[in-house]
T-cell receptor
């Protein structure tokens, strides 16, 4: 059963507009969430993260929002640029459980239209 | 430059053969991980190691084996017992001081013929 879900396999956004990527999780033990960006045949690149004690974290054009009660997080990219076209993975960890490793969603392919 | 290297980039093997994928890091990271990615899927954890000479199974460890004899190196062996070995394999590492941010290598594409 998928513990981290990204329900949109793809998303198309016009350059300059806001891109919003969504992620839902089911495991209430998750206490740390990360977003990675990935190009084909390359390793993922870390973008931004958020701890469960916060509801927002911002880094330049990227902002992650966490709604614990809804078990939902989202990544906002403003403004969207052509170089943002990639697959974005949401990941989560249950640090307090003592286990290690990340649980990933299936990814959302973001396409920035000129 | 510091980073994680995986070799080779592409690997072909005949069915029934074992193959070892290399992962080396010079970031002085304590923990290392192996993930597998299949088309249209997220990354799934195979094995991880938090310290030298110790490692734990991840979600899909069957048919795989690892060793951690040195801090810098965490090789993964795909054995003939792995039923669907064709995939993109990713190695990652992190320092004990980062909560869970993992840094990934470029990956190895394994194809079983």
């Amino acid at each position: 059963d998928q513990q981290v879900k990204q329900n949109s396999p793809s998303l198309s956004v016009q350059e300059g507009r806001i891109s919003i990527l969504n992620c839902d999780y089911t495991n209430s033990m998750f206490d740390y969430f990360l977003w990675y960006k990935k190009y084909p045949a390359e390793g993922p690149t870390f973008l931004i993260s958020i701890s469960s004690i916060k509801d927002k974290n911002e880094d330049g054009r990227f902002t992650v929002f966490l709604n614990k009660s809804a078990k939902h997080l989202s990544l906002h990219i403003v403004p969207s640029q052509p170089g943002d076209s990639a697959v974005y993975f949401c990941a989560a960890s249950a640090h307090v459980s003592g286990a290690d490793g990340l649980t990933f969603g299936k990814g959302t392919h973001l396409i920035i239209q000129p | 430059d510091g980073g994680i290297t995986q070799s080779p980039k592409y690997l072909f093997r005949k069915e029934g053969q074992n193959v070892t994928l290399s992962c080396e890091q010079n970031l002085n990271h304590d923990a290392m991980y192996w993930y597998r990615q299949d088309p249209g899927q997220g990354l799934r954890l195979i094995y991880y190691s938090q310290i030298v000479n110790d490692f734990q199974k991840g979600d899909i460890a069957e048919g795989y084996s690892v060793s951690r004899e040195k801090k810098e190196s965490f090789p993964l062996t795909v054995t003939s017992a792995q039923k669907n070995p064709t995939a993109f394999y990713l190695c990652a590492s992190r320092t004990q001081f980062s909560y869970n941010e993992q840094f990934f290598g470029p990956g190895t594409r394994l194809t079983v013929l």
